[in-house]
Nanobody, 115 residues
Framework: QVQLVESGGGLVQAGGSLRLSCAASGSIFSFKTMGWYRQAPGKQRELVAAFITNSTNYADPVKGRFTISRDNAKNTMYLQMNSLKPEDTAVYYC??????????WGQGTQVTVSS
């Protein structure tokens, strides 16, 4: 059973920074794609950033502020979040998709940005 565990969330003032981590069981190299999503109360889950083939993709609201990365040796994916805004407040989820198209989700980590 594949498990994904997010960490690094918390409360931060607007303009501050946080780094989220997603630790995966097994080798992350075996996954077809990986990425970060977020969901605010009463809203749909939305893409934040993801690895697409050998490149990366970012949602417009986070471009220039967030950076996705991964460390294959540590089986961990990261999301560096800078210049945080109150509208970034949400639960952030890690996603990994297997070569057969099965999606694995972490349980999420709360990010709260105060004004």
């Amino acid at each position: 059973q594949v498990q994904l565990v997010e960490s690094g969330g918390g409360l931060v003032q607007a303009g501050g920074s946080l780094r989220l981590s997603c630790a995966a069981s097994g080798s992350i190299f075996s996954f077809k794609t990986m990425g970060w999503y977020r969901q605010a109360p009463g809203k749909q889950r939305e893409l934040v950033a993801a690895f697409i083939t050998n490149s990366t993709n970012y949602a417009d609201p986070v471009k220039g502020r967030f950076t996705i990365s991964r460390d294959n040796a540590k089986n961990t994916m990261y999301l560096q979040m800078n210049s945080l805004k109150p509208e970034d407040t949400a639960v952030y989820y890690c996603l990994a998709v297997s070569s057969r198209g099965y999606a694995y989700w972490g349980q999420g980590t709360q990010v709260t940005v105060s004004s």
